[in-house]
């Protein structure tokens, strides 16, 4: 399996020109990810930790170009880096606004978390879920078959959140505290995604 580095997603996102905000949001996202990730590992659900941090810096690469051309930023995100060589990142990229399956397996997977940490992301913000949501509905729900989509997709995000945290000693109104805590101390320390 080939995972681009840290500095090889920041390459690639600066070679599609991505917006500013966009990237700084995909960089929270990275963040809200990884920390999962780290807070499930030691609990023994097996996760690639190198995987999610990819695919999170890289779910929204084509999302700048899509405001021109109206693809579909999930779609040509994932043929883009698979493309590239990354297909695994690519399969997941394609699943960070929907899901294929939702709740097939019993064993969290790599697309539940992009997904959900995605799903927990405004603009460079952790809010919750009911906020992101709300505003994806005010934001793309523009017609009634929209907003139904939209409706449909937070059930099963709540779903999802709920799967998350009955793993983990924290609820989800903590993470933003606790992912700003342990940040504030990487900072300090100086300590990158990449370990």
Known sequence: MHIPSEKKCNQL????????????????????SIFLVDQLTPIGVSLSRGLVQAAALLHDIT????????????LTGARF???LGYPEVGFIVRQHV???????????????????????????????????MNYIATKYGKDKEG???I???RDKTVRLENRLFK?????????????????TEENSEGVSLDN
């Open 147 to 149: 907003r139904e989509y």
């Open 98 to 132: 929907k899901l294929d399956h939702y709740f097939v397996s019993k064993h969290l997977s790599e697309p539940e978390i992009v997904n959900y940490a995605d799903k927990r992301v405004l603009h460079d913000n952790i809010v919750s879920l009911e906020e992101r």
């Open 167 to 183: 793993y983990l000693s924290f609820t989800p109104a903590e993470l933003s505290d606790l992912l700003s805590r342990r940040l």
């Open 151 to 153: 409706y449909s997709l």
């Open 13 to 32: 996102m600066k070679k599609m020109k991505m917006m500013s905000h966009i990237v700084a949001h995909s960089h929270q996202v990275c963040s809200v």
């Open 81 to 83: 880096i698979s493309d």
């Open 63 to 74: 999302k700048t170009r899509s405001f021109k051309t109206k693809e579909n930023h999930a």
